[in-house]
Structures are given as C-alpha cells and as structure tokens.
C-alpha cells in the first residue's frame, strides 16, 4: 500500500523542519506548524524500520476528532486539517515535561511496579496489585521530554525543584490533565472502552496555556474493551486492548527493549499488516465512524498540495 514514510517538502516562508520520531514538522515564518502525520511507527523511543500503512491518517484524524470534543477544557494549538495525515496550528512555546495520567496499572507502570517499586514518580501505590487492575484514583506520572534518546520519569517536587515549569502553571497542568482524562474516559465508555492511561503535552501561546500535539491515539494512550475487563481480570488473563502495548510486547518476546546492542526483530509482511489493521479497528472503535481508506493517488503530492492550499489562506 502506498505508505507516507517521511517527507521533505519545502514551503514558502518555511523558517525550520523538524523530524521526530513519527511526525515530520514544518514552521512556517516561525508563526504557524504544519505538522504531517507519517506512517513511520516508533516504540521504546526507536523508530522501526517499516512503515505501517494509513497509521498517520489514524493519529491524525483521532487527535484531530478529540482535540474538538475537548476545546471547552482548554484551547489548543489547532487551526485547520486540511488533510487525513495533516495539522495545521499555532507555533507554542511546549513545556519541557509531558503529562501522563494512568487511571489503571498497565505497561511502563506494571513494569516498574513488577519489578519491586511501589513508588513511581512520587506517586505511591499499594501492595497486592495485578497488572491491569484500576488504580484507587488516577496517578499523573510526568516524564522529561526528551529531543533524543528516552523521556525519564519525574516526580512534580523534581520538576518544581528544577525549575522546568513554575508552580502556578504546573498546578493549572495537572487540572487540565485530570480534566481531560475524566472526558476522554467519559468518551471512551460511550463506545465500549476504558481509556486506560494517556499522555498530553501543554505549551503557551500568547502567555495561555494550550494543549498541543495529538490526544487520544493509540501512540498515546491505551483501551481496553469495557465489556471482557472484569471476567479477564478476574480470571488473570490478559486484557484486549487497543493500543500500541501489543507492538510493544511483539518487540520484548523477540528480545527487543531498545537497548544497546539490541536488533529490531524482522517486521514481515503478515506482522506490518497485522498492526495496520489494530490501528484502523481502534480508529471505527473509538470514534464510531468507518475509517476511509486513500484513494491510491501519489500521497506526497497530495499532501504537499492540500498544506500549500492552507498555508495560503491562513497567511493572507
């Protein structure tokens, strides 16, 4: 299928590009970021080698549907989608920490927890947890954002110590955060789900907090299907999620955790598919609407065309 793996486009008044792990980022007149959606898929911050198909057009069209249904909570970053794969918004001022809130004990927070800690960013849990059991109240569990190499977990007190984010704004962050999760759990029960933990990334525009990048995706968040968790629970059985978990744990049980000398597993044609369509069945399940597939055509040329078309009207 034809795949948007990376592009390198060149647009009138384009000040800086960017490419991260997923997402190639272009500034124009250091105003406005258009940001593309690849099909580029990373996991413990590696990015591996095949692209998976329409997983751009997935990320982009959740965050874009949840980033509306959540406005009224705090503003964001976004102008237009003038394309499947394609944002357009604001230039902000990120934050140097992201804000992860986990209303269950899954992935990276099992893991530490399995492993003896009964403490994870500040964050103190009880003894005699399961791995995916619901935590008493949601934990937020920040992390460092990292330009290269692994985000690290960090407490509140070690940001606030540090200086990251002062304290008046890292309390206004922590409540848009806990806001945020209760309506995204809120719009995932509508649909049969339970939006297990999340992260959101904050900026300033203006001097106003905004809520930037994606929300809601399975790249940031996890889901399990509500009607299975208790009997799966209970019968000490893994959970069925939607999420990037399983791409995770495909990697881990062929010795691959992104650590030095470690090779990425061959990703064939049955495994890439396999991850395209878990990405498409979240994309129907949380959104209720029937994914639509690219109609064929060159894919770079279209996106190229539908950002020059944007950037037009939003700079005249």
Same mark, same amino acid.
């Given at each position: ?48 080698? $095949? ?19 959540t406005q009224d909570i705090v503003p964001n970053w976004v102008i237009d989608v003038p394309d499947p794969c394609v944002t357009i918004g604001h230039l902000c001022q990120p934050f140097k920490v992201e804000m992860?809130? $986990? ?144 791409? $995770? ?68």
């Amino acid at each position: 299928m034809n795949t948007l793996k990376e592009t390198n486009f060149n647009f009138e008044d384009q000040t800086a590009f960017y490419r991260g792990k997923v997402r190639d980022v272009y500034t124009i007149a250091n105003k406005y970021l258009a940001m593309v959606a690849t099909d580029r898929i990373s996991a413990f911050d590696v990015v591996l080698p $095949r692209a998976i198909p329409c997983k751009g057009q997935v990320l982009n069209q959740i965050a874009a549907k949840f980033l509306k249904a959540t406005q009224d909570i705090v503003p964001n970053w976004v102008i237009d989608v003038p394309d499947p794969c394609v944002t357009i918004g604001h230039l902000c001022q990120p934050f140097k920490v992201e804000m992860v809130i $986990r209303g269950y004990l899954s992935g990276h927070a099992w893991r530490e927890y399995n492993a003896g800690k009964r403490q994870i960013c500040g964050e103190a849990l009880p003894d005699g947890l399961h791995e995916d059991d619901r935590l008493p109240e949601p934990i937020i569990t920040p992390t460092t954002k990292a330009a290269v190499g692994h985000d690290e977990d960090i407490s509140r007190a070690d940001i606030l110590k540090q200086g990251i984010v002062s304290e008046a704004d890292y309390l206004q962050l922590e409540a848009y955060t806990k806001a945020l999760f209760s309506r995204g759990t809120s719009l995932a029960a509508e649909r049969g789900l339970i939006l297990v933990d999340t992260k959101y990334e904050f900026g300033k525009l203006d001097g106003e907090i905004v809520l930037i990048d994606e929300i809601h995706t399975p790249d940031s968040s996890r889901y399990f299907y509500a009607d299975s968790y208790d009997m799966l629970q209970k019968e000490s059985k893994p959970q069925r999620q939607l999420s990037k978990e399983f791409v $995770r744990k495909w990697l881990i049980e062929n010795g691959f955790q992104g650590k030095d000398g470690q090779e990425v597993p061959e990703m064939t044609n049955e495994i890439v598919s396999s991850i395209s369509e878990r990405y498409i069945e979240l994309f129907e399940h949380i959104t209720g609407e029937q994914f639509i597939y690219p109609d064929g055509a060159d894919r770079l040329e279209q996106v190229s065309s539908h950002i020059t078309t944007a950037l037009l009207e939003i700079t005249n």
